[in-house]
């Protein structure tokens, strides 16, 4: 196995040759032209003056430029830095100045939004030029032109420059989404990253031949890492998806013929009450892989029964640890599949312990502290703020809660920042989710902590009601299901309709977004 992402696309044009990689549209590219577009880029780059270490912003949707222009970063020596497409022109700004980005790769006039203008006033001193993918901004550099420039140096020089990236060099700094105060920059490596993702790649069961649709935004480790980088790994063509647009997703299932079809499970719960899923043909189906939330049982049944997935795997990962940590096997126990986010991928420690630091019993809830090669170099630029994430020991401390089996199996069961105490009750709100969720009258739930004068906090959950209720049930008669159903510290003492969720790009409910609603 490579030990570098630039030598993973050479050997993968080795092995698979003609197949096809990507497709994009009307573009369609073979792992052989994608490994010559991304040494065409490397070129540009080093003709640009980029020095090994280097950083580079790509600012764009699902295309193929974008893992054109990755692996052409990396093949250069330099260090990619995703930018999330929902930020503003001030928030992109900030991880572009942070990082010291040398260069911006992102795009003109699309799809009603200009990213290259957003940036245009916006003070960055360490930035030297802006690139567009496609459309046109003032003062940027088109890609096309920016690819001729590269024909000035030598190929033998990009090959020389690729052969130099070394396993330990980083390859990536994904900001985290900075839902509390700014974004800090994790920082991973070329080796670490391979070692884990061909874990991955083998746990699901990732083959040659297999059609991915990218949903998940590359800006983010699931879209990127668990996305096209996987599929190098094991000769999968990948289909990047702009946007999630349920009948558009449904259409290309059906047209393109995807066999696989990652996501979190709010992307599975919007394909089942979709009104009209029947009419597009999903028997292409095979692999499903979900995370980045609570799945219940229910949707699991469901995503089996209704869609077709031979194979559901779950598993858990954060950004600071490559965005892998646990996942399933794909001989679990279908029950154990739902319900937990699997064991250590091999190589990994994984604890769960109090707020002294000391591991809990098993099935004791505590936060999770995970150990291994998968673990961030660190947050960039971030001294005290990587001391605090990562102990003398090694061990991270991600922030999440989960009890674990006495196989090792985690369930996650929440953030401990979601984490709210009502009458001196520890209430997690993704298990109060899961029950309402199994309860069959809601498609969709997100409970959060409020405050309340007599208990300090109680519970809101926020509902879309499933697709054969939605006329006909009323908060009351939720609010009464959970007292029938419920322990009572865990009722959720408010209840509203509505009609959608506040979401962000990976489709995971924005809590700090409800509770500014709740707030008014």
């Avoid at 009464?480 to 865990?490: H, I, P, S």
Wanted: glycine letters at 10%; hydrophobic letters at 40%; charged letters at 25%.
């Amino acid at each position: 196995m490579e030990k570098t992402i630039p030598h993973l696309v050479q050997g993968a044009a080795q092995r698979f040759g003609q197949s096809t990689a990507i497709e994009d549209g009307d573009v369609h590219l073979n792992f052989q032209e994608l490994a010559h577009a991304g040494l065409e880029t490397a070129r540009a780059f080093l003709q640009a003056g980029l020095k090994i270490g280097d950083r580079v912003g790509v600012w764009a949707p699902n295309i193929h430029e974008w893992i054109v222009a990755a692996i052409g970063i990396q093949s250069a020596g330099g260090v990619l830095v995703p930018l999330n497409t929902r930020m503003k022109g001030t928030e992109a700004a900030y991880i572009l100045r942070k990082s010291g980005a040398r260069w911006l790769c992102t795009m003109g006039d699309f799809l009603g939004v200009n990213y290259a203008a957003q940036i245009e006033n916006e003070s960055l001193p360490d930035l030297e030029a802006t690139i567009t993918f496609r459309g046109d901004a003032r003062g940027a550099m088109p890609w096309s032109d920016f690819l001729t420039n590269g024909q000035q140096t030598d190929l033998d020089e990009a090959r020389g420059r690729l052969d130099s990236v070394s396993p330990d060099d980083l390859s990536d700094i994904i900001f985290t989404s900075g839902t509390t105060g700014q974004p800090k920059g994790v920082m991973t490596a070329h080796g670490q990253n391979l070692r884990g993702f061909e874990v991955w790649s083998d746990v699901v069961g990732l083959r040659e031949g297999d059609r991915y649709l990218i949903i998940n935004p590359f800006f983010h480790s699931f879209g990127y890492k668990a996305g096209w980088l996987s599929c190098l790994m094991r000769g999968a063509t990948a289909l990047p998806q702009l946007t999630f647009d349920i009948p558009e997703v449904l259409a290309r299932v059906s047209r393109d013929r995807i066999s696989v079809l990652p996501g979190p499970p709010a992307i599975y719960q919007s394909i089942l009450a979709h009104p009209n899923r029947n009419q597009y043909d999903l028997t292409c189906l095979r692999l499903a892989v979900t995370g980045a939330a609570p799945t219940p049982v229910e949707l699991i049944r469901r995503m089996r029964d209704d869609l077709g997935f031979e194979t559901i795997i779950t598993g858990y990962g954060l950004t600071e640890s490559c965005g892998i940590v646990s996942m399933c096997r794909f001989d679990d126990a279908p029950e154990t599949i739902a319900t937990t986010s699997g064991r250590a991928i091999p190589g990994i420690e994984v604890k769960c312990v109090d707020s002294d630091g000391q591991e809990v019993s098993r099935d004791e809830p505590g936060e999770v502290w995970v150990r291994g090669y998968n673990v961030m170099h660190g947050y960039f630029d971030e001294k005290e703020e990587t001391q605090k994430a990562i102990d003398e020991d090694g061990w991270l401390r991600t922030g999440d809660i989960a009890a674990m089996d006495s196989s090792g199996y985690l369930r996650i069961t929440d953030r401990i920042k979601d984490m709210y105490i009502m009458g001196g009750f520890n209430c997690y709100p993704a298990e109060i989710e899961k029950a309402l969720f199994d309860s069959g009258l809601v498609s969709q739930v997100a409970v959060i902590g409020v405050p309340d004068e007599r208990m300090g906090e109680v519970g809101m959950a926020f509902v879309i009601p499933s697709e054969k209720n939605k006329d006909d049930i009323s908060e009351e008669q939720i609010s009464e299901w959970c007292r029938l159903n419920m322990a009572n510290y865990k009722v959720p003492r408010r209840i509203k309709i509505v009609d959608s969720l506040p979401s962000n790009a990976m489709g995971k409910v924005t809590k700090f977004a409800l509770r500014e609603q709740a707030s008014h």
